[in-house]
């Protein structure tokens, strides 16, 4: 699931209209389990000619979920949902990483939880011929050859991370750590030889108490003119922005940090956050 730091944006008088997005709809093709919490849908099928990859690492794509209960089939038509069902009735958007895109299919790996929800139990459900529709693909990162790279996340950086270092020539270099639950959320890994990879090991779910991630990145050599890619929890990832801009002084143009989730919040209101100071990683103006 992976986007860049901000840039800068031009004012409103700068853009142009805004072009209508893409709905593509792919059907399941196969699952597979690639980890205890970490499931890949593959998806094909005639409704994915249009889709176009980019030569981002961490692109993605935005998945609509409809309610089951209206009995909906993708393509949807939004407005005409939002005209008849009210507001409310609009099918959610989930945001995840491309993990891999090749002729006609594309794998997409969900983090799942059980029943908590919405696009893990589909996930976990999923069965060859479902459908699903989605926008994109988006994203903005990928390793610049010949630079040294730290790239560090928890479960959700994992499928964006692991296509990083895919992408990455068997000469390149640097450090790799990635904060998960335990030994069975680990995955097998394409690194080249001069690059190292930490697993983190919290014992379990998630806490702002057993995440290691920002202590472990604080211990990296980080070399001067190295490139970063950073994703995860909010408030980890606030906290790695502070290090990387405020006492590193890490170059915004050589930092990809992001939020994929916020703990304790559900999908929802942690989207709807990100228009306020608390949802924001870059302080406004930065």
Known sequence: MGKDGKRGKPGK????PRKPRVQHVGTVV?????????????????????????????????????????????????????????????????TYTVRAARDGEIDVDFVTHGAEGIA?????????????????????????PGVWQLLAGDESALPAIAAALESMGPDEHGEVLLDVGGPGDEIELQVPAGVRVQWLH??????PETSRLESAVREVDLPSGAQVFAHGERGVMK?????????????????????YWAYGRVEDQFQAEKREAIGQIFPEGA
Not at 13 to 16: A, F
Not at 48 to 68: G, H, I, R, S, W
Not at 202 to 207: I, Q, V
């Open 239 to 259: 906290a790695l922005r502070r290090y990387f801009t405020d006492e590193f002084g890490l170059s915004r143009a050589d930092l990809s940090l992001s939020a």
């Open 13 to 16: 008088d700068e853009r142009g």
């Open 202 to 207: 919290r014992g379990g779910a998630f806490s």
């Open 30 to 94: 196969r699952t597979q389990r690639v980890a205890e919490h970490l499931v890949r849908v593959t998806l094909g099928g005639p409704g994915l000619a249009a889709f176009e990859p980019k030569e981002a690492t961490d692109q993605y794509v935005k998945l609509l979920f409809a309610d089951p209960a209206l009995g909906l089939t993708p393509p949807y038509d939004l407005d005409a949902i939002r005209a008849e069902h009210g507001k409310d009735a609009v099918p959610v958007r989930r």
């Open 120 to 144: 893990g139990p589909w996930a976990e459900a999923a069965q060859p011929g479902d459908l699903v529709a989605f926008n994109g693909p988006g994203g903005a990162y990928a390793p610049r």
